[in-house]
């Protein structure tokens, strides 16, 4: 093998060594290199030489090795499927491992240089935020409770919740039990601004707020946009936005604006908004031992796009705006450790409380209206830990 040829194989593929103990016999590795001849070459392949097996991975399709062990008799197999799933370092392309070049970036000459010149998130660097958290007390652990917002939240004391996460009503028309979902917009932003003033101020130094947001496209309201500046103006630091694709085409196709002309058409939407906030810092202090994202979900959520069929239940809880259990799941998993306190001031039938007490976090859900109130308490009584 040319020198050339060798430097391309380091390129191409990632080499680990399979310790066999003893010699493989020729039938067992024959048997092996069956199945792997039936596997694409350029995603990977095995070589033997004496007791040594070397494997070249590119491009694993874990699913299908699984399926490969299942079957196989030999216990060789089974430990190089092992090996191979025990390698954590890998990207996600397609549902499938990827092991070279995943982590290759654009390169930027002098990139912290350059960062530095342009400073972080200059607009939060005067805030007066206090870095001492408060504990929650206890009689608002675990607990929902009907109210108004505003007025529960101003009985909590400052820095005492880990992360919010909710869907305000979107004024869209909605027939919610207790809130009039028609205001004036500028009534609207007022009294929402009112519950998110108590939200940054009882959020814990290096907390997060989440905010779930549907845009009233027909009214020409970018409500994510105006409420992405209220939390700017108020100093928290901007820390990502997440696309929730619903693919859900159920929007009018008989809208057209002005059909077929360029003077006013209107354009349609499948997705929704998520915008992601942090108070003072954005890097949040836990223990290791509560983490509890695999290494698959992590890579996968990152990617700032979710594909998340919007919630089918609605009719069953009697609530007209409810979003799906996996959507809070991804977001209390991927943004707070396990026995963080997770608050939805906006609960609704409590999907964000139902979702943070199935995965072991503390919750304090509150809504206005007390049938909501009940029906989020029942689904509560309903889970099986
Ligand atoms: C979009 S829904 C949230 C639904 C929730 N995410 C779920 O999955 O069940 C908004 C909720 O805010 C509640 N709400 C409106 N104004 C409120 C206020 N001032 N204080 C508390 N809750 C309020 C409504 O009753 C409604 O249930």
Redesign the pocket.
């Known amino acids: 093998m040319t020198v050339a040829s060798v430097s391309n194989i380091q390129d191409k593929y990632k080499e680990i060594d399979i310790q066999c103990g003893s010699i493989v016999k020729n039938s067992e590795f024959e048997s092996i290199l069956k199945t792997f001849h039936q596997l694409k070459r350029s995603d990977l392949f095995i070589t033997k030489n004496a007791d040594k097996l070397k494997l070249y991975l590119h491009t694993v399709d874990i699913n299908e090795l699984n399926e490969i062990k299942k079957e196989s008799q030999f216990q060789l197999m089974d430990q190089i499927i092992d090996e191979i799933q025990k390698i954590g370092s890998y990207g996600l392309k397609d549902g499938k491992r990827l092991f070279v070049g995943f982590n290759k970036e654009r390169k930027v000459l002098d990139r912290k240089s350059k960062e530095e010149k342009r400073t972080r998130y200059f607009y939060t660097k005067d805030n007066q935020f206090s870095e001492i958290n408060n504990i929650l007390p206890e009689k608002f652990v675990n607990k929902i409770i009907c109210?108004?917002?505003?007025e529960?939240l101003s009985l909590l004391p400052d820095n005492c919740i880990d992360l919010i996460f909710?869907?305000?009503?979107?004024n869209f028309g909605l027939s919610?039990?207790?809130?009039n979902d028609e205001s004036h917009w500028e009534e609207y932003f007022i009294?929402l601004f009112n519950?998110f003033s108590e939200c940054i101020r009882v959020l814990k130094y290096s907390g997060r707020i989440i905010v779930?947001v549907q845009p009233l496209f027909s009214d020409y309201i970018p409500s994510h946009h105006i409420i992405s500046n209220y939390f700017i103006k108020n100093k928290l630091i901007w820390k990502g936005e997440i696309l929730w694709e619903k693919n859900n085409y159920n929007c009018k196709y008989t809208a057209w604006g002005s059909y077929k002309s360029p003077s006013s058409p209107y354009l349609k939407y499948t997705w929704e908004f998520l915008e992601i906030f942090a108070k003072g810092n954005l890097r949040k202090q836990g223990l290791k031992e509560n983490i509890d994202i695999t290494p698959d979900e992590f890579k996968n959520w990152v990617f700032a796009k979710w594909s998340i069929a919007p919630?089918r239940n609605m009719k069953q809880?009697h609530?007209p705006?409810?979003?799906p259990e996996e959507l809070?799941r991804r977001v209390i998993k991927l943004f707070s450790y396990q026995d963080d306190i997770i608050l939805?001031?906006?609960?609704?039938?409590?999907?964000?409380s139902l979702v943070a007490k199935k995965n072991q976090r503390r919750f304090l859900g509150?809504?206005?209206?007390e049938d909501?109130c009940k029906i989020?308490e029942k689904r509560l009584e309903e889970i099986l830990l």
């Open positions: 109210g108004d917002s505003q529960v909710t869907s305000p009503p979107y919610y039990d207790k809130q009294k519950v779930n919630e809880y609530h705006a409810m979003f809070a939805d001031p906006f609960n609704g039938v409590g999907t964000t509150i809504d206005i209206s909501y989020a």
